[in-house]
């Protein structure tokens, strides 16, 4: 089921891929406690799975709950090839950074 959910994501992802991505890498229930509205749900250790849909040069942010595993899942995007990555920390900081509502499923 956890492919299928992430196969999912990247399809939607690719859909959007020149835009800017915004990916919240918290679990599935972080998530749906609460996440940045038009966010995206992938945790960080699957993050690599997005290589196969988005473009190296697109835009990514990410977030997490302290900015630990969102920093993570930016060192391991780098180490792929992807240039504008950047760790925009914590949900309120995220959330402050990129102008945008926090929003519950």
Known sequence: MKVFYIS??????NVFSDEILIIDVR???EYQSGHIENASN??????SLIQESIKKDTKIYLYCRSGNRSQKATDILYKLGYKDVLNIGGLDEAAIFLNKKIVND
């Open 8 to 13: 999912l994501i990247l399809f939607s992802l």
């Open 27 to 29: 679990t599935e229930k």
């Open 42 to 47: 992938i945790e960080w250790q699957d993050i």
